[in-house]
């Protein structure tokens, strides 16, 4: 078990911290004094800290230029509250953690359910659609892709951003978006469960993450693109090839094109049709409490968590009940 999870540390500058973390990312920048400093995000299981190790020697800097995202490091240092947010000042780095020597699951973060399960629900809401085109469709995405599913993130940070977070992600809004068509009668729910499997599934080519759901960097169509581009591209790409209603795949073309709804998120456009629409609601609001409840895990009732930078900067209230 680890001594020091990073949701547990206290601004405290006499108590000396010497633990396993994962680096997230890592970047050696120049100070004002001359000085490089190294700067880094690292994890576990409980969550990320900003960290910083100043005044590098040339030793140092010949060393830590080596630290990569995706490394775990066993670090020395002190936290420190720095603008509201803890801040971990490292005195030294201790080197790369041998594997073994630590438990994986006390470090990287994962989805609280079984990636099998939760692929087998998504493709068994699949199978019951009635529309065969987009069960087709959808089933060809998510058969082609079962490996990388498995343990893909759906995001490089913030939401979902862990082990089969995007299974997660895609299930959950699934059961929401089934429930909304019991309330609004008039949604099509092949159409929009069909939205939902697919309006992320280009995560898989726009983040680069490795097998324990850590994504270090985007990759160069990612960074160029983006995930909503790339989804209208995959999406006729694949309909052309399965002979699929061209109106069919318009839609679905537009759901993708659409689910972040606002032009500084992503969509040049709007949605124009209700499933579209209610797309982008599903998805911001699993996003938008998944950050709630991860911010509330380690929060103990009766306090307020750190600032959650997603939510505007509110600390969040954990009630006692």
Known sequence: MKPYFIKDLKPDDAQRIEDRYLVRNADIRDGNNGKKHLYMTLGDASGDIQSVKWSLTPDELKAYAKIEPGMVISVVGRCKDYKGQNQLIIDAIKGRAQEGSYDRSDLFKAAPEEPQAMYDYIVGKINEFKDEDLKKLCLSFYEGEKDRLMYYPAAMS???AEYAGLLYH??????MGELACQVYTYLDKDLLLAGVALHDIEKLDELASDENGVVPEYTLKGKMLGHLVMGVEAIGERCIELGIDEE????????????????????????LFPEAEMLHYLDMVDAKMFDVEDALRFTKPGEFSERVYTLDNRKLYKRTF
């Open 158 to 160: 913030n939401h979902h």
């Open 248 to 271: 069919k795949c318009l839609l679905l073309q537009h759901m993708s094109l659409t689910h972040h709804y606002e032009p500084e998120f992503g969509s040049p456009k709007k949605p």
């Open 170 to 175: 895609v299930k959950r809004m699934m059961m």
